[in-house]
């Protein structure tokens, strides 16, 4: 039973178009978040949400739009899709209640690979 | 400059051989230290992670951290084909919660 699911595994597009990608743990967590890694396999955050609230929100274009309709799922749309999107894009979901810290221990999906020609 | 700065190989050895990965930051209010590794393909799974300075085991994996030189360490002992995989290094703030800093991550592949 996976934990962190995230579909598409793939999409391959044009330039111009709209994408999304859809997240959903089964693992009980607080906390979703977002990461672009991209050919040189860095990792960056982009968004994090804690119980739908958005908590991080890391200097991403306005294209990119996350949205929460519960604690169990993230989703990702993104507009007009530009040649630099290309990169693959992890939801990952964590135990962080808000105000409390700790190791920030994430757990990932699999990854949807974006394309973008 | 980077927050964190990871060793950014390939690294190849034999198997069987002491695997030594590495991170330097320059952030001093990170206290928490994480160790991924992602198989091709795949999304990163935690192996370990320390809080503050030190040393932590478990089975052939070491995580050591010395924040007096801000440089952490991952060692791997016996080495084997199946550790062949791409390492991150991460690290966080007590205070800011949720956000992680990556490494660039360093690909390691272990020859039968």
């Known amino acids: 039973d996976t934990a962190v699911s995230q579909t598409p595994k793939y999409l391959v597009t044009q330039m111009g178009n709209d994408k999304s990608i859809k997240c959903e743990q089964n693992?009980?967590?607080?906390?979703m978040y977002w990461y672009k890694q991209d050919s040189k396999k860095f990792l960056k955050i982009m968004f994090s949400?804690?119980?739908?609230?958005?908590?991080i929100n890391e200097t991403v274009p306005n294209r990119f739009s996350p949205k929460s309709p519960d604690k169990a799922h993230l989703n990702l749309h993104i507009n007009s899709l530009e040649l630099g999107d290309s990169a693959v894009y992890f939801c990952?979901?964590?135990?962080?209640?808000?105000?409390?810290?700790?190791?920030?221990?994430?757990?990932f999906g699999a990854g949807s690979r974006l394309t973008v020609l | 400059q980077k927050e964190v700065e990871q060793d950014p190989g390939p690294l190849s050895v034999p198997e069987g051989a002491i695997v030594s990965l590495n991170c330097t930051y320059s952030?001093?209010?990170?206290?928490?230290f994480m160790w991924y590794r992602q198989y091709s393909r795949k999304g990163p799974e935690l192996l370990m992670y320390t809080y503050s300075s030190g040393n932590k085991e478990d089975g052939r994996f070491t995580a050591q951290v010395d924040k007096s030189s801000k440089y952490i360490s991952l060692f791997i002992r016996d080495s084997q084909p199946s550790d062949s995989a791409t390492y991150l290094c991460?690290?966080?703030?007590?205070?800011?919660?949720?956000?992680?800093?990556f490494g660039d991550g360093t690909t390691l592949t272990v020859k039968p």
């Open positions: 952030n001093s209010a990170f206290q928490y």
């Open positions: 990952a979901s964590s135990q962080e209640s808000r105000g409390v810290s700790g190791a920030n221990v994430l757990t």
């Open positions: 991460a690290m966080k703030e007590m205070a800011n919660a949720g956000k992680s800093t």
């Open positions: 949400y804690n119980n739908k609230e958005l908590i």
């Open positions: 693992l009980g967590h607080d906390t």
